[in-house]
């Protein structure tokens, strides 16, 4: 069902790019570039293209001329351009725009960059160039115009050092704090924590934690798996349930990770009643692995998710940690501006709060 949002995802950040290139680069009577042309340069599909064309067309942006090609028929102004930032993404695009949260915060990025006359560059990384994973070099040709940058998701602490030597760096969702770089996350122990609370609550006491927490090979951990693993550690210490690593299931390993994690774990004899999951992902393949072991959700086994990520179309309707993308991507935008106005300002780290939001995948306990 997910799938089904996906297309609007799409298409709705593909405008949001498009606006952005017409309220700062292209003036009424420029052309635009060819569907096939932006397919390429963005990692999406024609069709894609095609509805994002079409939007604008029908908010009367664009002209679309049989033979001849796309052009800008807008009379918006056009703001004064303050500088080029560049929104580097720790991964594909197929990742930016489908994933939710990540969608949801850097359409937020776009907007507040328009509205401070920002000209945003999206950068994602190649999957095919290896050499490059959490890393920006594969773009360092194209950051030469930039001002200043924003580096979104899990990046080599390394490399987020390198790139703020280059120019004023905002690391977003990428952990922090950092003594060489301003940074906005959410608070992500408090949601490890919160989500554990909750299940405590309900009276469970067997509790298992899916997610990814030790490194493998190649691997650079996600800092807010790690701090939503600490949350559920301290919660668990704090109710004298801490059991070690008795009720880590760890989702090493590419490909449905979580659903056989948590299958293993329910066909244990003294299986856990509720798990936390690192995200909603990992949540929604928990229920799956349960359900296909005959078990109810929640009534024989409940579960948390982290991210309120789940499209509204999705069957179920998962508890989870709602994580605040659109006040991380607004607050990004806001420390770059500051930073560009006071670059001797020591380094800034802000922590977005989040809350629990109950739906359908939690119960009380009853074993």
């Known amino acids: 069902m997910e799938s089904i949002a996906r297309p609007a995802l799409l298409r709705d950040q593909v405008v949001k790019i498009l606006k952005g290139e017409i309220l700062h680069g292209r003036p009424a009577g420029s052309s635009m570039p060819s569907e096939p042309q932006l397919a390429r340069q963005l990692r999406v599909s024609r069709n894609t293209v095609r509805a994002a064309y079409a939007a604008l067309e029908a908010e009367g942006l664009i002209e679309r001329r049989r033979g001849r090609g796309t052009f800008v028929i807008s009379e918006i102004p056009h703001l004064p351009r303050t500088g080029d930032v560049t929104v580097v993404f720790f991964t594909s695009a197929g990742h930016m725009f489908l994933l939710p949260f990540y969608s949801r915060m850097i359409g937020e990025i776009c907007t507040r960059a328009a509205a401070a006359a920002f000209y945003v560059n999206l950068l994602t990384h190649d999957p095919k160039r290896s050499e490059f994973r959490y890393d920006w070099r594969e773009h360092a040709a194209r950051l030469e115009e930039a001002i200043a940058a924003l580096a979104v998701g899990v990046f080599r602490p390394e490399a987020l050092e390198a790139l703020a030597r280059r120019m004023p760096l905002v690391a977003v969702d990428a952990g922090g704090p950092f003594a060489f770089c301003d940074s906005v996350a959410a608070d992500d122990f408090e949601a490890g924590r919160l989500a554990t609370e909750h299940l405590l609550s309900l009276g469970h006491r067997r509790i298992g934690f899916v997610g990814q927490v030790r490194a493998e090979a190649g691997v650079v951990l996600d800092p807010a798996h790690v701090h939503r693993h600490e949350g559920f550690r301290e919660a668990m210490q704090d109710a004298q349930l801490w059991l070690g690593e008795e009720l880590l299931f760890d989702t090493q390993g590419a490909g449905q990770a979580a ?86 300002a020591p380094p800034s780290h802000h922590v977005v709060p989040v809350r629990l939001i109950e739906r359908d995948t939690t119960a009380r306990a009853t074993w």
């Open 259 to 344: 659903y056989r994690a948590v299958g293993a774990a329910l066909a244990q004899p003294d299986r856990p009643t509720a798990f936390v999951c690192v995200d909603d992902t990992a949540a929604l393949e928990g229920v799956d692995a349960a359900l296909a072991q005959g078990l109810r959700v929640p009534e024989d086994v409940s579960f948390v998710g982290i991210g309120d990520a789940v499209p509204s179309v999705t069957r179920v309707r998962l508890t989870t940690v709602e994580l605040g993308p659109e006040r991380i991507g607004r607050t990004a935008v806001e420390q770059l501006q500051r930073r560009l106005a006071e670059p001797a």
